[in-house]
């Protein structure tokens, strides 16, 4: 098996060239992963396909028509929705099974996977929350990416749930100021830019390096979750956008405006969208957004990425927001407190 490396400046420029110029993100650097791929001489390709208002659907056909005009040669299977396409995925899960495992030992072979999968959405929760509070920084990184591989190797469910344990640990044993009190801000948008810290420049790193506790409204475990197992079930961010747009419009728009209402309501300071450049359903969200912000009385500030993005700029916008939010919140309980002794 020829695993991706981790997506660079170099595989993003892959991805611009041969890629369209209109296509978002997500398109460019899984073209450009596979370029690199089968260079190093893979033959088969495994994505995802999909369905819905969603151009991401699509875009394993465009993907497969680029590289084979370059001159590719090799096979692609693309794994489609459960609940809407069910024989293609047994179809595709067969060809997978080259060693004709009984359908025990693949099923034992998926839940080793998943609990891997939850327990680094577990660990990552705690990265998130130790970041901020750190007393050196960096430290937690550390562990996390050393964890995260321990974890990938685990060869029983059993060793995958200790070195879960293992990694929590560690990080519990990081030196933290439990006197910082962060900023706590909601990261909401489109599920690969949220995802994958080479299309976002590592926001999640630069906000903990700012003393913000981030919140991120989508991991692999519970978008699997609402869409795969019980596709269509996130109905809690659902309903709560429903006043604001009460329609399912692709992607995660709708989805991103019920998260900023509920993250409102729980008493974030602050929330910031996220979204490549180009993506509708993420337009349409950031057209209402302004409307959420004014009605639930929270600040949002919405960031969009292609191939320009630079990391000076995004920084210096953070800094500005966080800022922004770190004042506010002081200027509030200065209010609240002025109003208690009155």
């Not at 993005?309 to 920084?315: Q, S, V």
Request: glycine share 8%.
């Amino acid at each position: 098996m020829v695993v991706p490396k981790p997506p660079t400046r170099q595989t993003l420029s892959y991805g611009t060239v041969h890629g369209p110029e209109f296509a978002c993100l997500p398109l460019k650097i899984c073209l450009g992963t596979y370029i690199e791929a089968l260079e190093e001489g893979a033959d088969l390709i495994v994505t995802t396909g999909g369905v819905g208002p969603c151009r991401a659907g699509l875009y394993a056909t465009v993907q497969r028509e680029i590289l084979r005009s370059l001159g590719y040669e090799f096979e692609m299977i693309v794994l489609e929705p459960l609940r809407r396409h069910p024989a293609r995925l047994l179809r595709a899960i067969h060809r997978l099974n080259a060693k004709r495992l009984p359908p025990w030992r693949l099923a034992s072979e998926a839940l080793l996977c998943w609990q891997k999968i939850q327990g680094i959405d577990r660990v990552q929760r705690e990265l998130l929350r130790i970041r901020p509070r750190e007393v050196r920084f960096g430290g937690a990184d550390r562990i996390f990416r050393r964890g995260v591989r321990t974890i990938a190797e685990a060869p029983t469910r059993r060793e995958a749930a200790k070195a879960v344990d293992e990694v929590l640990d560690a990080m519990g044993a990081v030196p933290i100021d439990s006197s910082r009190d962060p900023v706590r801000v909601g990261i909401v948008g489109e599920i690969y830019v949220l995802l994958e810290p080479a299309s976002n420049l590592n926001i999640e790193r630069i906000l903990g390096e700012l003393g913000v506790e981030v919140h991120r409204s989508i991991f692999l475990t519970n978008w699997t979750e609402e869409n795969v197992v019980r596709e269509g079930d996130n109905q809690t961010a659902r309903d709560a956008a429903a006043p604001y747009l009460d329609e399912m419009i692709g992607g995660h728009g709708q989805d991103t405006v019920g998260h900023t209402v509920l993250y409102a309501r729980q008493g974030l300071d602050g929330v910031i969208q996220m979204a490549p450049f180009t993506c509708i359903p993420e337009i349409v969200a950031c057209s209402i957004l302004p409307a959420v912000s004014k009605a639930e009385d929270i600040p949002v500030i919405t960031f969009f990425f292609d191939e320009q993005t630079g990391e000076a700029g995004l920084r210096t916008r953070l800094e500005a927001f966080v800022d922004l939010l770190v004042r506010r919140r002081e200027r509030r309980r200065s209010q609240e407190a002025v109003g208690a002794m009155g």
